[in-house]
């Protein structure tokens, strides 16, 4: 008996009990769209993970100034510059691979014609820009005699150019920061928003010695050459956790810390950090595969009883076909298929539905899903296997029946 | 002269039933020859329901040989016996047993279908041995669309399609009113006639007189065997139509 025949007999006996039919596919349809949306939103959310990951550069060190004491009371990180511009200059010329960027950070109004914008200020060198992995939309980066000569300079971010200059190009502006007049000489590329949130793009970058002496304003700053971060970027290919233990070891010595003593400042892998989010949010989409996994073979079970249901009654029709001639096999093919078919049905119909609702979750909830061929053809390969897993025991028991008895049976 | 087409010898069927043993047969030894009407009667629990059962090969013998055709069946397995049945043995049952929602043709191809022939054939020859059964008009209706003695020459249609040795027909006019009994009756002796070996099983004597031999079953055994001078349906049934 060939497989067409058999799915001719399925799919009649399935249109005699339409609404048996359908309900009982409703789980599968609903544990296979179920397992499509899920994948589809926790894939989203890994996709925007390991964007970030590539948004922040990868391979990538953040050392922050150390905590203080002060007369016991611990104050937080950054309460104290423990580092200064020579710790940078210095990780770069001792450790080879790595390339650090000192900055110093702080907010200020920005001032141009009749619009002004409140932003983050970083002053910071040339390296900066390539430690994180960012290029200039337009104009130049900071020179050596700008640098040297607190030039009031200054390169803005798109957010910056978008609420100060609208459409004018910026390039040659002059735009105030706390009342000091700058010269625009560079716009910074789109970077999108940080793991944490914030929008990267807010930004206004000015030479290092610019933004301690005429900005942020702070005279021990100044003497201090203190910055309050150090990036640090990691050649690819290098162990970026080997390079972390020479910056540290580097910095205990420059800062004559003693062995057993605290670090005086904070070193953070961001790439480490970065991995175990996408690792928490691989998992997470496994998480929710899984338990929407569940209905499917809830769903499954409901395909068991209702073939379970269809043997009994259809007793008399299983013993004539043995009387007729059919063998155990064309039975078990018999009520096998129908199962099969039953869970397939569902499988294609609840694809469907997955794709759409997948669609009507990043349409509503603004959600970023990501689908993918593999997801949806492994969730019908699995309800094809609870097909055959679930139908098995009911086709088995058809098989089984006495054809005597089957015959007799009211 | 040939080996008989149905040979048992010793036929016992014994099921247990808690405690007790039935013996519904105790040892049947009984030749059927090829062109033979038979009517099997006894009461019920006489155990002709059983033998039948195990000359269709539906069921197998506890002690005893069976050979149809010359060959031994009584030791066969499960699909061997499901391949006899299907070759050799054409069924037709009191309740016609027809597949609902199935229209009459595909009920008639059902056998064909286990014996794994090419769906055009099945075809031509359902729709042939239909057009056999008077129901050339009537391929495509639905059992629920037939009447009863319809209903139960498409069950015929469908025992004769795979060419059988025998038919076995249990109680077959059971379900039937006296006319379309007698209809059916002459069916089967045009069948007979025509070379079929036709088995009914019946508790109506009306019905035994129209086979050719009468078996008595009693407590599991034949009682009686004999020869009768079978009526005539096809005359009784132009007779009983009024002028």
Redesign the interface.
């Known amino acids: 008996?060939n497989l067409t025949?058999l799915l001719r007999i399925a799919l009649?006996a399935l249109a005699?009990n339409k609404l048996r039919s359908a309900l009982t596919m409703l789980g599968i349809i609903i544990g296979v769209s179920a397992v499509i949306v899920m994948v589809a939103v926790g894939a989203g959310a890994q996709a925007r993970v390991e964007e970030q990951i590539r948004a922040l550069g990868s391979n990538l060190l953040l050392i922050l100034s150390g905590a203080r004491t002060q007369s016991g009371v611990r104050l937080g990180l950054g309460s104290n510059y423990s580092l200064n511009e020579g710790d940078a200059f210095a990780i770069t010329r001792e450790i080879p691979g790595a390339t650090a960027a000192p900055a110093v950070r702080g907010g200020a109004q920005l001032i141009w014609g009749n619009a002004n914008w409140s932003t983050v200020i970083y002053g910071t060198t040339p390296e900066y820009l390539p430690v994180r992995q960012w290029t200039l939309a337009a104009g130049r980066t900071f020179e050596p005699a700008e640098m040297a000569g607190a030039a009031k300079v200054c390169i803005i971010g798109q957010t910056v150019v978008k609420n100060l200059f609208g459409a004018t190009d910026p390039i040659g502006q002059s735009i105030r920061i706390r009342r000091v007049p700058f010269t625009v000489i560079g716009v910074l590329e789109t970077k999108g928003q940080s793991m944490m949130g914030t929008d990267q793009d807010d930004v206004v970058l000015m030479p290092l010695n610019t933004a301690r002496n005429r900005v942020l304003g702070s005279t021990t700053l100044a003497k201090q050459r203190a910055v309050s971060v150090i990036w640090v970027k990691v050649d690819d290919g290098l162990d970026t956790n080997a390079i972390a233990e020479q910056v540290r070891a580097l910095l205990r010595q420059r800062h004559r810390l003693q062995a057993g003593a605290d670090d005086d400042f904070s070193l953070r892998n961001l790439a480490e950090i970065m991995a175990a989010q996408e690792a928490s949010s691989r998992i997470l989409t496994i998480l929710l595969a899984a338990v929407a996994s569940v209905s499917l073979v809830v769903g499954g079970i409901g395909i068991m009883n209702i073939m379970l249901v269809s043997v009994t009654e259809r007793t008399?029709?299983i013993?004539?076909?043995?009387?007729?001639?059919?063998?155990?096999?064309?039975i078990l093919g018999q009520f096998l298929v129908e199962a099969v078919t039953l869970s397939l049905i569902g499988g294609l119909v609840g694809t469907l539905l997955g794709v759409a609702g997948a669609f009507a979750v990043a349409l509503l909830a603004g959600w970023r899903v990501l689908l993918s061929t593999n997801a949806v053809l492994l969730a019908v390969a699995f309800a094809f296997l609870i097909g055959v897993f679930f139908g098995f025991y009911p086709a088995r028991k058809a098989a089984r029946l006495n054809?005597?008895e089957a015959?007799r049976f009211e | 002269m040939a080996a008989p087409l149905i040979r048992t010898q010793g036929l016992e069927k014994t099921y247990r039933l808690g405690d007790s043993e039935v013996h519904a047969l105790a040892g049947v030894s009984i030749d059927i020859a090829e062109g033979e009407f038979v009517a099997v009667m006894g009461p019920s629990g006489s155990g002709k329901s059983t033998f039948m059962?195990v000359i269709?090969c539906?069921?197998r013998p506890t002690r005893g040989a069976y050979a149809l055709g010359g060959q031994d069946v009584s030791a066969l397995d499960?699909?061997a016996l499901?391949?006899t049945?299907?070759?050799h043995i054409g069924?037709v049952?009191q309740n016609f047993?027809l597949?609902?929602?199935?229209p009459a043709i595909e009920n008639v191809e059902?056998?064909l279908?286990?014996?794994?022939v090419p769906a055009a054939e099945r075809a031509a020859r359902a729709r042939e041995m239909l057009g056999r059964v008077g129901l050339a008009e009537r391929v495509h209706h639905l059992p629920s669309q037939l009447s009863g003695g319809q209903q139960q020459r498409v069950a015929i249609a469908?025992a004769l399609v795979?060419q059988p040795l025998l038919i076995l027909a249990d109680e077959p006019t059971g379900a039937l009113d006296s006319h379309t009994s007698l209809e059916l009756m002459a069916l089967f002796q045009a069948l007979n006639r025509g070379g079929m070996t036709v088995v009914i099983v019946t508790h109506e004597p009306d019905i035994a007189r129209f086979a050719g031999r009468v078996l008595r079953f009693l407590d599991g055994r034949v009682v009686r065997d004999e020869a009768n001078a079978p009526l005539d349906a096809g005359r009784q049934l132009a007779e009983s139509v009024p002028a």
């Open positions: 008996m025949a009649r005699v008399r029709e013993g004539l076909r043995m009387a007729v001639g059919a063998r155990t096999r064309d054809p005597v015959l | 059962n269709g539906l069921d499960a699909d499901a391949g049945r299907n070759r069924f049952f047993n597949l609902a929602r199935t059902l056998p279908i286990y014996a794994g469908r795979t």
